[in-house]
């Protein structure tokens, strides 16, 4: 399944919110620094959609807000 994540860093909490279908937002207390929320973000992902982190790959945007995930 891939998905596109809007990532918001250094956020109060952590939080996923679904925008639509294939689409989310995902808040994180980690800041974009050396990898930190990219980290962050997919122990974050591995958790609400009950998978393992190793299942979860961010294929696009890397250094961006804008994410493409692929989750399998």
Do not use: C, W
Not at 50 to 62: F, H, R, T, Y
């Amino acid at each position: 399944m891939r998905i596109y994540i809007k990532v918001t860093p250094r956020a109060s909490k952590n939080e996923v919110t679904k925008i639509s279908e294939g689409e989310y937002k995902v808040k994180l207390t980690a800041p974009p620094v050396d990898g930190q929320a990219n980290k962050a973000l997919l122990e974050i992902l591995a958790k609400h959609f009950n998978v393992a982190k190793s299942n979860i790959n961010i294929v696009g945007g890397k250094t961006a807000k804008t994410k493409i995930v692929d989750i399998g």
